[in-house]
């Protein structure tokens, strides 16, 4: 059974940092591509940034230069380091894993206040 396990939410002042990280356990079968997206309130799920098996990254318009996504291979764990946050990232972050099918992780709330 597959699990993702995040962690590294809380609450920032603003032009603080978070480091988010995102454990997947259990046997995934060929993973292509893993990433976060995020849900504020009222709004929908989008995505944040991802990275494919190969190393390349993609990123919404809204965090480039901010955010970095990366990942380890060896420990099945991917990474958001959030800098210079700003109070419209606050939302719920879910990672997600992307193989023959598509784990998702539980949440983890980032709030960041003015």
């Known amino acids: 059974q597959v699990q993702l396990v995040e962690s590294g939410g809380g609450l920032v002042q603003a032009g603080g940092s978070l480091r988010l990280s995102c454990a997947a356990s259990?046997?995934?079968?060929?993973?292509?591509?893993m990433g976060w997206y995020r849900q504020a309130p009222g709004k929908q799920r989008e995505l944040v940034a991802d990275?494919?098996?190969?190393?390349?990254?993609n990123y919404a318009d809204s965090v480039k230069g901010r955010f970095t996504i990366s990942k380890d291979n060896a420990k099945n764990t991917v990474y958001l380091q959030m800098n210079s946050l700003k109070p419209e990232d606050t939302a719920v972050y879910y990672c997600?894993?992307?193989?023959?099918?598509?784990?998702w992780g539980q949440g983890t709330q980032v709030t960041v206040s003015s």
């Open positions: 997600y894993v992307g193989g023959l099918v598509v784990y």
């Open positions: 259990g046997s995934i079968f060929r993973i292509n591509a």
């Open positions: 990275i494919l098996s190969g190393g390349s990254t």
